[in-house]
C-alpha cells in the first residue's frame, strides 16, 4: 500500500493556473491514459482517494454527469456542500486519522492524493505521503496553485514521456 500525489503540473510548478484560467492549458494536450505513467496504469492499483475543496469544487463545476468514482473519497473542507452523489465523506478531521480511514477503504491497494498541492503537503508534513507523480506539460505558468509548497528531496523510480509530457515518478525520501 503507497499514499501517492499524482498530478499534472507546468515546468515551474503550477498545477492550475489562475481561476479565470482553470485547466485549459492542460486538458487540451496529447496525453495516452493507457501510455506510460498514464491515468490507467496508476488508478488500477488505487482502493481510496481524497481531495481538497477547491478541486472538488472544480469537479462539480466542469464534470458532466454523476460523481465518477467508485472507490470512497474524502474531501477535507470547512464548507457545507450539498450531499454528494457518490460515496463521498466531507471532513476537517486530523490528516493522520482521514489517513488511516483511507486505507482501511482501500484494503490493501494504494490511497491517492488528488490535490491540492498544499493537501498534499499536509501528508509530507505527517510522514503519510510515500510517491509523487507527475506529468509534467511543456509550459510555464509563472503563477497559480502550487505543485508542492515544501521542501522534499526525492529518488527517481521512474522518468518516461507520454505524448507531449515528461512523467516523473518520484519516491519521498526519509
Ligand atoms: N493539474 C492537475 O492534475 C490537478 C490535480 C488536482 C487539482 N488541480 C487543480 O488545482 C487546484 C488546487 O487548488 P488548491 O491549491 O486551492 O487546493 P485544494 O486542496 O483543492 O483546496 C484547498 C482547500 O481545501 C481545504 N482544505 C485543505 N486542507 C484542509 C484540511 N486539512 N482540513 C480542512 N480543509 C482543508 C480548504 O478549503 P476550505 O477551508 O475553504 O473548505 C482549502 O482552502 C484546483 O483548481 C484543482 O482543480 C489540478
Known sequence: MLTQYFTASSLDGFIAAEPED???WL????I???GPQGYEEFFADVGALCMG????????DHHDGPWPY?????????RRFPPADGDVTFTAGPVPEIHAAMVDAAAGKNVWVVGGGELAGQFCDHGLLDEVWIQYAPLTLGSGAP??????E???VALDRNGEFTCRRLRVKR
Not at 475543496?53 to 462539480?60: D, G, H, K
Open 22 to 24: 482553470g485547466l485549459a
Open 27 to 30: 486538458l487540451t494536450r496529447d
Open 32 to 34: 495516452d491514459m493507457s
Open 53 to 60: 475543496a477547491t478541486t472538488y469544487q472544480w469537479l462539480l
Open 70 to 78: 467508485e472507490i470512497p473519497a474524502w474531501v477535507f473542507t470547512h
Open 147 to 152: 505543485l508542492l509548497p515544501r521542501r522534499v
Open 154 to 156: 526525492f529518488e527517481e
